[in-house]
């Protein structure tokens, strides 16, 4: 079933037709909250529940000659930077032990993954965007309410600085 | 390295660190359903509200609600417990040059109304007169009227009703002090009861005139609060309502004001 046609039956009652939504969005939505939160497992969480309550709720807003990934994703990044603005003064000491808790398995990665955590937000969130989702530049910035060649410029400057921290890394080895 | 090459592992590195997130996919699911059910029981709730709002009720039920809510101890209660308010009461002068940008368009609030948690989307919207605001918007209107900012009840009232709204507007050349004796005085001139002057921290920090027109259900009630501008003005803000919307209009517009903040607007 597409996104439309799922949507549709949300917007006519069918409650059961928004679970489908969940089951399609909800993985790669918590991926995206995770790393836009630098890994905070519980803000992730809220920003997620949140976003597919505001989904729910607001439904009847959404235009349907207009596709709905960017809408939801839209979403979620304001549910993500609202989050993070209200809890800015608040770090948690469970938050930070389940962060330093790495998969061995992921030790390849795991430097990159570091690297991009430790970009900038207004050049991660593009790349996280761009690379997970695989939305374009336009769509991009459409979610992001950005012109499209300040996002050309944020992933241009992102993935710069990981391919230098790649080279390095094989330089290094 | 190729940029393909690059991307191939910007891509696996994105999914590979991300795979045990999903683990909470029930639990999620479930707080999902809980918040909804709640939603739809409150927006029950809250049309009920809106429909006994309407309804002329006597004064003698209205102050045995009054009596046993306490609703403004509920409210500070509920704001602490829930941790959903923002701390915008300060009016201090916010020196923004686009205050979209600092300031989320929309949010959800949770306020205390006659008892009970109301959770609702609450707007931004910019004032003239050099002040930001939230509003309930599936309420409330910002209009424009007298020159000034007026936000009014967005259903049409009966004609037994006296007005509910909240006006803004700014005096640039009168100290709150100066503005409360007037102010003061012209109330005095018009209501049955007008209490002292009184500074106050909440919903703003400044002095607050309150004035009321007798003891019926529909008696007029006129708060007035004064601001300073932090310069050598003021901003007026005067709600009017009657008393038995003392605990409905009365207590959003109030929440409304814990919102408030003066800005300094860009060429001003």
Not at chain 1, 6 to 33: E, H, M, P, V
Not at chain 1, 78 to 91: A, D, F, G, T, Y
Not at chain 2, 67 to 89: D, E, N, P, V, Y
Not at chain 2, 192 to 209: C, F, M
């Amino acid at each position: 079933m597409s996104d439309q046609e799922i949507i549709k039956q949300i917007q006519s009652g069918n409650d059961s037709a928004f679970r489908g939504l969940y089951d399609l969005y909800y993985d790669y939505a918590i991926r995206t909250a995770t790393i836009v939160m630098n890994h905070n497992a519980s803000y992730a969480a809220d920003a997620v529940q949140e976003t597919f309550i505001r989904v729910y709720q607001n439904i009847h807003l959404y235009q349907s000659d207009r596709p709905f990934k960017p809408w939801f994703y839209k979403i979620l990044l304001n549910e993500c930077n609202r989050i993070l603005k209200q809890n800015s003064k608040v770090v948690s000491v469970g938050e930070i032990i389940e962060r330093s808790q790495i998969d061995p398995k992921l030790e390849d990665y795991e430097d990159l993954y570091e690297a991009i955590q430790g970009l900038e937000s207004h050049n991660r969130t593009p790349i996280v965007l761009k690379y997970l989702n695989g939305f374009k530049e336009q769509e991009i910035a459409d979610i992001l309410e950005e012109n499209v060649n300040t996002i050309k410029s944020r992933l241009f400057k992102g993935r710069q600085k990981l391919k230098t921290f790649l080279e390095a890394k094989e330089e290094a080895n | 390295m190729d940029d393909k090459n690059l991307d191939k592992e910007i891509n696996k590195s994105l999914l590979k660190n991300t795979n045990d997130v999903s683990s909470k996919k029930e639990d999620i699911w479930k707080s999902i359903e809980t918040k909804l059910a709640l939603d739809e029981k409150n927006k029950r709730l809250k049309q009920e509200e809106s429909t006994m709002e309407l309804q002329p009720r006597s004064r003698k039920n209205a102050k045995k609600r009054k009596k046993s809510k306490g609703w403004l101890t509920g409210t500070i209660a509920a704001a602490i417990l829930l941790g959903i308010f923002t701390t915008t009461t300060d009016t201090g002068q916010a020196f923004v040059n686009n205050i979209k940008e600092y300031f989320a368009p929309e949010k959800q609030v949770v306020e205390e109304i006659e008892g009970m948690p109301e959770e609702k989307e609450v707007v931004l919207k910019e004032g003239k007169a050099g002040y930001i605001i939230y509003i309930d918007e599936e309420r409330y209107n910002l209009v424009e009227e007298d020159g000034f900012d007026k936000i009014v009840f967005n259903q049409e009232l009966g004609e037994q009703y006296p007005e509910v709204s909240m006006s803004i507007r700014q005096v640039i050349d009168q100290t709150p002090e100066q503005l409360a004796e007037e102010i003061y005085a012209e109330l005095q001139n018009s209501y049955a009861t007008v209490r002292e002057v009184e500074t106050v921290n909440d919903p703003v920090e400044g002095l607050l005139i309150s004035a009321i027109d007798g003891n019926e259900w529909d008696s007029l009630v006129t708060r007035v609060y004064i601001v300073s501008n932090e310069k050598e003005g003021s901003f007026i803000i005067e709600q009017k309502f009657f008393l038995e919307a003392e605990e409905g209009h009365g207590a959003r517009f109030h929440h409304m004001l814990r919102e408030f903040t003066i800005v300094e607007i860009q060429g001003e």
